[in-house]
């Protein structure tokens, strides 16, 4: 099974950016659609933007649409999360998937999660 290591989380002003990576360790990283999903306190997790195994399809939640590109590197195992324009809503702790396709994400392995503070 893959274990996912996230980093490029900390805290930023209302309106920064950050940029997530999430590095794979196996040799199935490229079969595999990656995903993002985050969970802020009291709130259920809730997905953020996935990525199809040859980065030809993305998807993104409506409350980032425009403001996050999520993209991926085979040749380095890692998948990055763009985050521009961010807000204090976007506050949470950040976690990378993987699974068979978008729709399909998180039934592979998960990191241990980043967290993202943005203040305002």
């Known amino acids: 099974q893959e274990r996912l290591v996230e980093s490029g989380g900390g805290l930023v002003q209302t309106g920064g950016s950050l940029r997530l990576s999430c590095q794979a360790s196996?040799?199935?990283?490229?079969?595999?659609?990656m995903g993002w999903f985050r969970q802020a306190p009291g709130k259920e997790q809730e997905f953020v933007a996935g990525?199809?195994?040859?980065?030809?399809?993305?998807k993104y939640a409506d409350s980032v649409k425009g403001r996050f590109t999520i993209s991926r590197d085979n040749a380095k195992n890692t998948v990055y999360l763009q985050m521009n324009s961010l807000k204090s809503e976007d506050t949470a702790v950040y976690y990378c998937?993987?699974?068979?396709?978008?729709?399909?994400?998180?039934?592979?392995?998960w990191g241990q999660g980043t967290q993202v503070t943005v203040s305002s």
């Open positions: 990525i199809s195994w040859y980065a030809g399809t993305t």
């Open positions: 196996g040799r199935t990283f490229t079969s595999y659609a």
């Open positions: 998937t993987m699974g068979p396709s978008i729709a399909t994400l998180g039934r592979g392995s």
